[in-house]
């Protein structure tokens, strides 16, 4: 049984809602007649939307899974943080303009050992929505970031970031304090970063909003989550001159976990519970804390210079080309 | 007319900047075909006219050409190509291309309108360019310099694997000759056909300029119209010296996505060069006519 029924339901969901609405159904009876059992219907229908969950599991289109990356149940970075860590300390601010309610950042323990978590946070309704930006950093934000990370640098613990942004916010004033060189800039500075850096793309990962804090000696990607140069909505728009073809976008764009591993541009799958990580946030937690523990544990004896060697290296494989 | 130059290098990033079915069609023709019969046709030699964009002022492509592509009349900066700048910057216009055998694939069967594959088939049988970006090494005013050219003209100066491999081993040629790198840009962004690899050359490009970073050499970014997306974010934005054209569009998102987002007009100039030296996020703005003289003159400094 889940333990966290989910409240919103997806369209490829709707027959797991029908379930549980029989559920609800069949508890009234229940309650009618007190001298029937029907706890062995209950369990049936438990056992059904466990199968149903498997079920969509297996055969999700890569635009379901965008979907399911900005499910409106899905955890984000505090809820990750609050199952995987203790002693959280977040800070703000970029000592600058302000402090970003998009991009979070603070100490937290994992098992223990200090680590620097950083990354981008959504509302979980619609005030906090809007007082998030949906996930949307401005330059500040970034900025952030970036001192978070020399912050960590300074003191030898390892920088963690989660990453879950529809994109880099395009505002005016986001443009006026320079979101691409805010982004420019981070991508520079985590490239040689002396301690070890590990980024984990917990949802949704647009563009270079979500590189901004994306560079990494171990990049990992959860199950259903998606990541690319654009949103399949607005490559639609732009190549196809259409908002329509998002679903043929998300194909052609190949943005998917078992995608992106198979090109050798992250190294990880994250497995999320049956039907996606907001069924169970205990268990995605979990999976994600051994994974994100064991990927340190590989990388953190090398000495810093070489795991830097090696973070430009690896990126500087990336890409296809002839030689004619 | 500003209207449309802001908005025309997503179009250019789609490839489809000469397809008819993109123009709205305002008149109807009534009559199929071509009615003058060929003895009457009129030669008019193609070329010999240039409009400024800008002001509408009319002059000969020649009078264009010895003043730079620099319009006479308002000082518009029409933009101009790798092979213009390679004349206009090395002495006696003599340098060496380099890594012109690398050329971009396929690889992931990216089919939007058309196959990417066509695309690239296309664009090669209608110019001379291998990709969007051409790398060039020679001297200015006597100075050893490597420079590193994009090409708006293919795919909209997209980012994509080749331009970062290029990008990349230029930089390693600049630390084994120690050599100043110039970058000029002209993109509209990362190179949508080649989805997250495109992505992923960020980081590569930034990782090399980290590596001529610590050899101690000079890196000037030069920011030409229009400027965007991936190219700020990476090493657009990350010259020792970060230094644009007059009048330049320069930004991360496009001004017409921003106002959509805001749902605002945007202040005139807005992203602008001259925006952007007032924001703090250029050392100067260089007048073409004189871009020469200044780099070498920077040149020189560094040198020194």
């Given at each position: ?324 | ?81 790798s092979?213009?700048y ?61 420079i590193a050219c994009m ?31 110039l970058v000029i840009s002209k ?35 030069l920011?030409t ?80």
């Amino acid at each position: 049984m889940p333990h966290y029924p989910n409240k919103q339901f997806l369209d490829f969901e709707q027959p797991i809602k029908e379930l549980y609405e029989q559920i609800e159904q069949t508890k009234k009876l229940a309650e009618k007649n007190p001298k029937i059992n029907y706890q062995s219907t209950v369990d049936q229908l438990e056992l059904t939307i466990a199968d149903k969950r498997k079920e969509i599991t297996c055969k999700l289109t890569p635009w379901q899974r965008v979907q399911l990356s900005r499910h409106p149940d899905r955890p984000y970075t505090l809820k990750y943080l609050e199952k995987m860590t203790t002693n959280f300390v977040e800070l703000h601010g970029d000592r600058n303009v302000k402090d970003d309610k998009a991009m979070i950042g603070g100490f937290a323990q994992l098992d223990g050992e200090t680590i620097m978590f950083i990354g981008q946070q959504k509302g979980t309704n619609t005030k906090l929505r809007q007082l998030r930006n949906f996930g949307m950093a401005n330059p500040e934000g970034y900025r952030k970031a970036l001192r978070l990370m020399k912050l960590a640098e300074k003191f030898n613990k390892p920088v963690v970031t989660l990453i879950d942004t529809p994109g880099a916010f395009p505002g005016q004033e986001a443009e006026e304090r320079g979101q691409g060189e805010a982004i420019a800039r981070n991508i520079y500075e985590m490239i040689r970063l002396k301690v070890p850096v590990i980024c984990v793309i917990i949802g949704e990962g647009a563009s270079g909003g979500a590189l901004g804090i994306g560079v990494g000696d171990r990049v990992l990607m959860m199950e259903n989550t998606w990541y690319t140069v654009i949103s399949p909505e607005n490559c639609s728009a732009i190549l196809w001159r259409s908002w329509e073809k998002k679903e043929v976008a998300a194909e052609q764009l190949k943005l998917t976990a078992i995608d992106m591993k198979g090109f050798g541009l992250v190294d990880e799958i994250v497995p999320e519970p049956f039907g996606g990580a907001h069924w169970d946030y205990d268990e995605a937690a979990q999976t994600l804390k051994h994974a994100i523990l064991r990927n340190l544990h590989e990388i953190k004896d090398i000495p810093p210079q070489e795991r830097v060697n090696e973070r430009i290296t690896k990126f500087g494989k990336m890409g296809f080309w002839n030689e004619v | 007319m500003k209207k449309e130059r802001d908005e025309d290098f997503e179009a250019n990033l789609s490839g489809n900047e000469n397809s008819d079915a993109a123009r709205s069609r305002w008149f109807k023709r009534i009559k199929k075909g071509i009615l003058t019969s060929t003895s009457e046709k009129k030669e008019t030699p193609e070329g010999l006219w240039a409009k400024c964009p800008e002001c509408n002022y009319i002059c000969t492509t020649t009078e264009l050409n010895e003043g730079l592509y620099v319009c006479p009349k308002c000082n518009y900066h029409h933009r101009i190509g790798s092979e213009e700048y390679y004349e206009m910057l090395f002495d006696n216009d003599e340098y060496e291309e380099h890594f012109d055998n690398i050329v971009s694939t396929d690889f992931l069967g990216f089919t939007d309108l058309k196959p990417y594959s066509k695309r690239l088939e296309e664009i090669h049988s209608k110019t001379d360019l291998k990709d969007s970006m051409r790398i060039a090494s020679g001297k200015i005013n006597g100075q050893g310099l490597v420079i590193a050219c994009m090409d708006f003209e293919f795919i909209g100066g997209s980012l994509g694997s080749v331009m970062g491999e290029k990008f990349s081993r230029a930089v390693d040629y600049c630390i084994e000759h120690k050599l100043p790198f110039l970058v000029i840009s002209k993109s509209g962004g990362a190179r949508m056909m080649e989805s997250a690899f495109s992505l992923m050359q960020l980081a590569k490009t930034s990782g090399k300029l980290s590596q001529l970073s610590d050899a101690k050499i000079p890196y000037i970014s030069l920011l030409t119209d229009p400027t965007f997306g991936g190219i700020s974010a990476s090493f657009g934005m990350l010259g020792d010296l970060n230094i644009a054209e007059p009048g330049a569009l320069i930004g991360f998102a496009g001004p017409r996505v921003i106002k959509e987002t805001i749902k605002k007009d945007l202040p005139p100039g807005f992203q602008r060069s001259e925006f952007l030296l007032d924001h703090g996020f250029l050392d100067f703005i260089v007048d073409r006519k004189i871009l020469k003289q200044k780099l070498s003159q920077l040149i020189t400094l560094f040198n020194n």
